[in-house]
């Protein structure tokens, strides 16, 4: 159970510090994780001064760190409490899944958004979906895995 608490921990300080860091931006970054659009896209990424859309893009490759650390705790978690014992074994592999999945989500939008802050781009609207799409299906499968942890830690009697 170390290895779950230090990768959730270390979930835990990073995002705290990602908070901490971009919370100068406005709109905030969460505002951007939901561009469909180029031009969604670019009205936020126009309200934001060079200095803010640099602050955005160093978080990028540090980020890594982050999706790393909150999948690999979402598999040992899921894994290895044992909350999760008598679970069906269904249940326990799906939830294993969860986090490492919308961590690779994570690192596509991450991607998506250091190539398409780096400059304007024009006439490539698909990875603009793609990458709103990808950041929805992410925060989906990260509610998703708290939801049915909850379940889990709500039904750990039965």
Not at 5 to 15: F, K, M, Q, R, V
Not at 23 to 35: E, N
Not at 41 to 54: C, E, K, M, N, T
Not at 69 to 89: C, E, H, I, M, N
């Amino acid at each position: 159970m170390r290895a779950v608490w230090i990768s959730g921990l270390t979930a835990l300080a990073l995002l705290a510090g990602f908070f901490w860091y971009l919370a100068p931006l406005d709109p905030g970054a969460l505002a951007l994780q939901f561009a469909f659009t180029p031009r969604m896209f670019g009205q936020i990424v126009h309200f934001w001064s060079p200095a803010d859309l640099a602050r955005y893009r160093i978080h990028l490759p540090v980020d890594v760190a982050l999706l790393l650390a909150y999948g690999l705790f979402g598999y040992l978690y899921a894994t290895r409490a044992d909350v999760f014992a008598a679970r069906a074994p269904a249940f326990r592999h799906v939830l294993a899944w969860l986090l490492p999945v919308a961590a690779c989500l994570d690192a596509l939008e991450n991607a998506l958004h250091w190539w398409l802050t780096e400059v304007p781009r024009f006439g490539v609207a698909p990875l603009y979906a793609l990458s709103g799409g990808a950041s929805s299906l992410k925060w989906l499968l990260i509610l998703g895995f708290g939801l049915l942890s909850v379940y889990a830690l709500y039904r750990a009697d039965d």
